[in-house]
C-alpha cells in the first residue's frame, strides 16, 4: 500500500468510529451535537489519530488496539480549533474553508460545543481501556500526558501568550515558545513556518481563511 492509500484508508477508519461515537444530530439537544458533528467532520485531515494508529504499527500493535484513543485525540484537537476560533481569542470567521463554529451556531453553542468535545475525547481514550492488549496503566498514563499537555504549561500557556502578544513585542525566542507550546515542538514548528508563508503568498480562496494579503493589500 502506497502511503497516499495508507492515510486515506486511516482516516476513513478514523471518520467512522467518530461517526458511530459521536451523538447523532437528532438527539436532544440537538443543536449542540449538529455544532460537534459541523467541526468534526468540517475537513479535518486527521494527522494525530493517523500518527498514533501509525505509531502503534511501529511497535508491533494493532492499529485498532489503540484507535479509540486516536480517536480521543482527534476530539481534543477539535475542541481546541474551535475555541481559538472565538471572537474574545482569534476571532477567525472561517476554518478549512467553512464558517467558523461560531458564526453557524453563534457563540454560547461554540463555546459548549468545544467544551463537550473536551469531555467526549478524554471518554474516547478512557473506553480504550476495555481493549484487552492494552494496559489500564497505559490509559491512566496517557490521560495524565494529555491533560498536562492541554494545560497552562503548554497549549492553554501558549494560547494565553498568543493573545498577550499581539499587543507587545515578542522575540524570537517567546514566538518559538509560543509554537511549541500551542501546536508540537518539531511538527508544530514545521507547519507554523508553512502556514506563515502561505498567509502572505495565498488568497482568501485557496486558503480558506482571511490571509495578510487579503487583510493587508
Do not use: W
Not at 511497535?59 to 484513543?69: I, K, T
Amino acid at each position: 500500500m502506497n502511503f497516499k492509500k495508507y492515510l486515506e484508508n486511516k482516516k476513513n477508519i478514523i471518520d467512522k468510529t467518530l461517526d458511530e461515537y459521536l451523538p447523532p444530530e437528532e438527539k436532544a439537544p440537538s443543536i449542540i451535537h449538529k455544532a460537534m458533528r459541523y467541526s468534526v467532520f468540517g475537513g479535518g485531515k486527521r494527522i494525530r489519530p493517523i500518527f498514533t494508529l501509525a505509531t502503534a504499527e511501529l511497535f508491533g500493535r494493532e492499529a485498532e488496539s489503540v484507535l479509540r484513543a486516536a480517536c480521543g485525540i482527534e476530539l481534543i484537537h477539535t475542541f481546541s480549533l474551535i475555541h481559538d476560533d472565538l471572537p474574545s481569542i482569534d476571532n477567525d470567521d472561517f476554518r478549512r474553508g467553512k464558517p467558523s463554529n461560531h458564526k453557524v451556531f453563534g457563540e454560547a453553542i461554540a463555546l459548549l460545543a468545544g467544551d463537550a468535545l473536551l469531555v467526549s475525547g478524554f471518554d474516547l481514550i478512557i473506553k480504550n481501556s476495555e481493549v484487552k492488549e492494552i494496559k489500564k496503566q497505559s490509559i491512566l498514563k496517557l490521560i495524565k500526558e494529555t491533560s498536562f499537555y492541554i494545560g497552562t504549561e503548554n497549549m492553554l500557556g501558549g494560547q494565553v501568550e498568543d493573545i498577550t502578544a499581539k499587543n507587545e513585542d515578542i522575540t524570537k525566542e517567546d514566538l518559538v515558545d509560543l509554537y511549541m507550546k500551542k501546536t508540537a515542538e518539531n511538527i508544530g514548528l514545521a507547519f507554523q513556518i508553512i502556514d506563515d508563508m502561505l498567509d502572505i503568498m495565498q488568497d482568501q480562496r485557496d486558503m480558506g481563511k482571511p490571509t495578510y494579503a487579503n487583510k493587508f493589500g
